[in-house]
C-alpha cells in the first residue's frame, strides 16, 4: 500500500485524536481527522478514503452507527474500531456486523501502523476484487447477450427455412420441429415433441419402408430417399428426404437431422412436360398416319361396297370375304377416328354437374360386362356432394376408361368399389379400388405413356386420354398399385364450393 494513503480518524478526545494523527501522519499517511460522527461523515463523502478508524463512544452518532452509515455507502471501506476495555461487547458486535477489527486502548503506534497496514491491504485486495468481479459479470453479460443472439438467430434460420426439418433420436422421436416440419403434419411445432416422425410426418403407423434416417444411424453418413405421403385430403405428396446424423466425434449417432423437400409440383411439372412433349409428337404422328390410312380405307371401302352391291354367284360365293373385308375396314376406321381425337383434342365444354352422374352413367354402360365377369360394383358417395365444372361427355370417358381398365384386370371376377367424398378445401375426389392383378413396380411409370399396354388388345391410349381429360377440368389422377393385389386410381376434380362454405373448409 502507498504511504500517501488516505485514513479518516474520528475520536471526540482531541488528545487521541492529534496523537493519533500526529504518529501516522510521521509515517507518511494522508490522515484526515474528525471529532464527530457528523463531522465524520462529511469528510468521508468528501474523499472516499479507504480506511476509516473510529472511536466507539462518541456523542450523537456513536462508532457503531458511523460504521453502518459508511458501510451502506461503501461496503469495501476497511472500519477499525477503537474502543476501552469496558465496551469490548460493544467492539465485538461492531466486529461481527462488519468491523475489520477493534483496538482496546491505550496502544502503542507499532500496533497501530500494524492494524492499519493490515486494513489497507485487505481493502486493496477488496477493491481489486471488486473490479475482477465487476469485470466477469461484464463478460458473462456479454456472452449471455452473444448466446442470446445466436440462439435467437439459429431458431430464425430454423424455422425460416420453408422444407421441413427435424430432428429425431434412435426411436424416431421428434426431439425439434421447425414451423414448416409443423405444416406439413398439421401439429404444432411443440406438440411434435416426443412424437414419431414416421406417424407425424408421413402418417405411417411404422417406420417407413427406405427410411434415410435408419440408414444414416446404420453408416453414420448423410442419406437422401425419395418418398411419398398421403395428405388428410387424399392428394398424394412426393418428398425428398434426407438425412444427416448427428454424432459425437468418433461415436455412434445418437440423433439425426431429418430434412424433407415437398417435391409434389416439381413432379407434377416434370410429367405433365414429359407427357405433353409425347403427346405432341404422338400427335403428329397420327394425324399424318390418320390421315393417310384414312384416304386409302376410304377407297378399299368404297370398292368392297360396290362389289357388294353387285349380283352374281361367283360374287356370291366370296361374299363371305367381302363382309369380313367390311368389318374390319369399318373396325380400322372407328380406331383411325379415335387417334384422330387424340391427335387433336377439343376443349372441355363445361357445365355444373354432379359427379357421380358421370359415374353412374359410366357404370351402367358396363353393367352387362360386370355381370359376366362376376365383379362386383360397391358405391360409396358422400351426401352433399359439391358440385364441380366439367364436360359430361370427357368425363364419363374418364370413368369408363378407369372402369374398363379396373374390369380388364379381373377377368376372373373382384370387387371395384368407387368412393367419391369432398377433399377439403378444394377437391371432389372419386376413388376406384379394384381387387385386380395390379401393376408391377416398372410398368407403374409407363402406364400414362401413350401407346403403352400390357393388353394383348389394348391400345395403351385409355389412360393417356383420360389423364388430358382430368388435366384439362383443372384436376389430377393419381394410381397407386400392389401387385397381387389390386389398384385404387385416384381423380381430383375442383369443387364448387360457395363462399361461406369455402372460408370455414380453410
Ligand atoms: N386397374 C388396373 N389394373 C391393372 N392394370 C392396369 C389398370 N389400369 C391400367 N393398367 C395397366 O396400364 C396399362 C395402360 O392402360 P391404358 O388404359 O392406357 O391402356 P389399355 O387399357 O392397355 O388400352 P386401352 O387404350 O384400350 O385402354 C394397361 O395395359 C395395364 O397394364
Ligand atoms: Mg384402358
Redesign the pocket.
Known amino acids: 500500500m502507498g504511504v500517501s494513503a488516505k485514513v479518516l480518524i474520528v475520536d471526540d478526545d482531541p488528545d487521541i485524536l492529534d496523537s493519533m494523527a500526529e504518529g501516522l501522519r510521521t509515517l507518511g499517511y494522508d490522515v484526515l481527522p474528525a471529532s464527530d460522527g457528523e463531522a465524520a461523515f462529511q469528510v468521508f463523502r468528501a474523499e472516499h478514503p479507504p480506511l476509516v478508524i473510529t472511536d466507539l463512544q462518541m456523542p450523537r452518532i456513536d462508532g457503531l452507527g458511523l460504521m453502518k452509515t459508511i458501510k451502506a455507502a461503501s461496503p469495501s471501506t476497511a472500519v477499525l474500531i477503537i474502543t476501552g476495555h469496558a465496551d469490548l461487547d460493544s467492539a465485538i458486535q461492531a466486529v461481527r456486523q462488519g468491523a475489520f477489527d477493534y483496538l482496546v486502548k491505550p496502544f502503542d503506534l507499532e500496533t497501530l501502523l500494524g492494524r492499519v497496514n493490515q486494513a489497507l491491504e485487505r481493502h486493496r485486495l477488496l477493491a481489486e476484487n471488486e473490479v475482477l468481479l465487476a469485470e466477469l459479470e461484464q463478460r458473462v453479460q456479454a456472452r449471455t447477450a452473444a448466446l442470446v443472439e445466436s440462439e435467437r438467430r439459429l431458431h430464425a434460420l430454423f424455422n425460416g427455412i420453408t422444407d421441413s426439418l427435424v430432428i429425431v433420436d434412435q426411436a424416431f422421436t421428434i426431439v425439434a420441429a421447425n414451423e414448416a416440419a409443423a405444416a406439413l403434419s398439421g401439429t404444432p411445432a411443440e406438440s411434435l415433441i416426443v412424437r414419431n416422425c414416421f406417424r407425424e410426418l408421413f402418417g405411417r403407423e411404422e417406420v417407413c419402408e427406405g427410411c434415410p434416417i435408419l440408414e444414416s444411424f446404420a453408416t453414420g453418413r448423410a442419406t437422401s430417399r425419395s418418398m411419398s405421403r398421403r395428405d388428410s385430403d387424399g392428394c398424394v405428396r412426393y418428398l425428398e428426404v434426407s438425412g444427416y446424423p448427428l454424432a459425437d466425434e468418433g461415436e455412434r449417432p445418437t440423433e439425426a437431422v431429418e430434412h424433407i423437400r415437398d417435391v409434389t409440383e416439381k413432379v407434377h411439372q416434370a410429367h405433365h412436360l414429359h407427357n405433353s412433349e409425347k403427346l405432341a409428337a404422338v400427335g403428329q404422328f397420327a394425324a399424318g398416319l390418320a390421315h393417310e390410312l384414312g384416304n386409302a380405307l376410304a377407297i378399299i371401302g368404297g370398292a368392297v361396297q360396290f362389289l357388294l352391291g353387285c349380283p352374281g354367284d361367283r360374287r356370291q360365293a366370296s361374299r363371305e370375304y367381302l363382309e369380313v373385308i367390311h368389318r374390319n375396314v369399318a373396325a380400322a376406321g372407328g380406331t383411325i377416328r379415335d387417334l384422330l381425337a387424340f391427335a387433336k383434342p377439343r376443349e372441355p365444354s363445361l357445365r355444373v354437374l354432379d359427379v357421380t352422374e358421370s359415374l353412374d352413367r359410366a357404370r351402367l354402360l358396363l353393367r352387362g360386362e360386370f355381370e359376366k365377369h362376376g365383379v362386383e360394383v360397391v358405391r360409396q358417395y358422400a351426401p352433399g356432394l359439391p358440385r364441380i365444372q366439367g364436360d359430361r361427355e370427357q368425363l364419363q370417358q374418364v370413368f369408363l376408361?378407369?372402369l374398363?381398365?379396373?374390369l380388364?384386370?379381373m377377368e376372373d371376377g373382384g370387387t371395384i368399389t368407387i368412393t367419391a367424398v369432398f377433399g377439403p378445401p378444394e377437391w371432389v375426389r372419386v376413388e376406384?379400388t379394384?381387387t385386380?392383378?395390379?401393376?408391377s413396380k416398372e410398368?407403374l411409370d409407363r402406364?400414362?405413356d401413350p401407346f403403352?399396354?400390357?393388353?394383348e388388345?389394348?391400345?395403351?391410349?385409355?389412360?393417356?386420354i383420360?389423364h388430358r381429360h382430368v388435366e384439362a377440368h383443372g384436376g389430377r389422377l393419381t394410381?397407386e398399385?400392389q401387385e397381387g393385389k389390386?389398384?385404387r386410381?385416384t381423380v381430383l376434380l375442383p369443387a364448387m364450393i360457395p363462399e361461406g362454405v369455402q372460408a370455414r373448409a380453410r
Open positions: 376408361n378407369l374398363l381398365n379396373a380388364q384386370a376406384l379394384d385386380g392383378h395390379g401393376i410398368h402406364i400414362f403403352f399396354t400390357t393388353r388388345r389394348g391400345t395403351g391410349l385409355g389412360l393417356s383420360t394410381v398399385s389390386g389398384t386410381v
